[in-house]
């Protein structure tokens, strides 16, 4: 993989005394090395990549799935602005340029089709979200074990991958094939991105995060964390998300009507940047917030993201994304502490990322408790049943080192000084920082219990 800031890579590894990070175990398929080197080929022989206008990709799924109606909401602009960041700015290789196309020609697709559901199925409108429990913190501070575990109550419902990329139609039927079409393309990922796997769970049968179902409007930072896009970034955090949480509403709906239950169990830490928005369309939320030293969380989130937009672009620089992610991250934690006081203190429940990792059962039952729910005797041993083939697997830990982003953990505490005060994480992190340096480089077990 050519990676920028090599140099820097290599002098971090030749100070470190345990095995390579995670980052430094890149390296592509050879089918993809070539497949790329083709794209490099073509290039240089002055002949341009095909130029994709929303436009056309709409005009496209119309024709592909023989419908016309996108439903409510316009989405043209975000569709521009995204593709023309995705062409200009994110120095995307020919697996890159491919997927993208695939990914939003999938999008457009399932959006015409679910509107099509909704005319057939009247009765998808008339599906009530009650209370739903959402999820947030930090990113890689145990929101993902939250979300298995507590969607393990057969009382409760979360969003699956396989459900959210072909939710069309909302019934049983052809039920299996999709999951073994989203399960062949889990493996595929899994084989293009081998390393993403030591970091992040991917299955057919996982659940899905939240931005996920808002990628229809094209208004998600799902776009962000595949690609390096900065002028729609900047676009996006300027614009009124309520359409993306109606959208979201919408699409729980679709898969409420095919199999209901008593409780969404949602998920995304994203949602901490636009709490009016959400607030505005399920005024009835209930949330948890995990909570973790953010010096561990913005090193572990660097290194996801830049393994991930390593996929796609031959150019990825760590540096830019670690900072990045802790330019967002803190301004988005500073924006959630200032609306939180709009919720009543029996509306969310703070959970330590260290009880997770623990004792994830003894978690569990205080959110239970807090919310006054019931944990029967199956719902827990569904959870157990999780931990216990989790800790079977053989471990494939993710390893980090903030070094390898050229951040340092002073800084990182100035940027979250708010939130490490107001929940003692920056003694949380003196603590965890003198286990860090006996073993130079920090690592957490393979997802969903990191």
């Not at 979200?129 to 990113?139: A, D, S, T, V, Y």
């Not at 830490?269 to 010096?295: E, G, I, N, W």
Request: proline content about 6%; overall charge positive.
């Amino acid at each position: 993989m050519a990676f920028r800031r090599n140099r820097c890579y290599w002098n971090c590894f030749n100070h470190m005394d345990n095995s390579p990070t995670t980052l430094q175990k890149i390296r592509p398929q050879l089918p993809v090395r070539l497949l790329n080197g083709f794209g490099v080929l073509l290039e240089k022989t002055r002949i341009p990549p095909t130029r994709m206008f929303a436009a056309d990709l709409i005009e496209t799924a119309k024709r592909r799935c023989g419908l016309d109606n996108f439903g409510e909401g316009e989405f043209s602009e975000a569709l521009s602005r995204l593709l023309d960041s995705c062409q200009n700015e994110a120095q995307l290789n020919l697996v890159g340029r491919i997927a993208l196309k695939t990914d939003l020609l999938e999008t457009l697709c399932a959006r015409l089709q679910m509107e099509r559901d909704r005319q057939v199925y009247p009765g998808i409108t008339r599906q009530e979200i009650r209370e739903p429990l959402f999820i947030l913190g930090l990113p890689r501070s145990g929101t993902s074990v939250l979300h298995r575990l507590l969607g393990a109550d057969p009382k409760h419902r979360s969003p699956l991958m396989w459900e959210v990329r072909s939710p069309s139609p909302p019934t049983r039927h052809d039920e299996k094939r999709r999951i073994q079409r989203a399960a062949q393309s889990c493996n595929f990922f899994n084989w293009l991105v081998p390393t993403f796997r030591d970091a992040h769970t991917v299955g057919a049968e996982v659940p899905q995060e939240c931005v996920s179902l808002m990628t229809p409007t094209f208004l998600s930072d799902q776009f962000d964390a595949m690609y390096y896009v900065p002028s729609y970034r900047a676009w996006f955090f300027r614009q009124d998300l309520r359409p993306a949480y109606e959208y979201h509403h919408r699409f729980l709906q679709h898969l409420q009507f095919r199999r209901a239950a008593q409780r969404w169990i949602l998920k995304a830490p994203t949602h901490m940047f636009a709490l009016p928005a959400l607030l505005s369309v399920y005024p009835d939320a209930l949330f948890v917030q995990t909570h973790r030293t953010p010096v561990e969380a913005m090193a572990s989130v660097s290194s996801l993201m830049t393994i991930l937009r390593s996929a796609f672009s031959d150019a990825v620089d760590p540096f830019v994304v670690s900072r990045e992610a802790i330019d967002y991250w803190s301004e988005t934690m500073n924006r959630f502490l200032r609306e939180r006081g709009r919720l009543a203190d029996n509306r969310i429940c703070d959970v330590q990322h260290d009880d997770i990792r623990r004792e994830p059962i003894r978690a569990i039952r205080r959110i239970y408790e807090f919310f006054g729910w019931s944990l029967s005797r199956e719902a827990e041993q569904n959870m157990r049943v999780l931990i216990d083939g989790q800790a079977s697997r053989e471990s494939a830990n993710h390893r980090y080192d903030l070094s390898q982003f050229g951040a340092n953990a002073d800084d990182v505490l100035v940027a979250f000084a708010p939130y490490c005060e107001r929940f003692g994480l920056s003694r949380s992190h003196m603590q965890q920082g003198s286990r860090a340096r006996r073993s130079s480089a920090m690592t957490e077990l393979q997802q969903p219990w990191a």
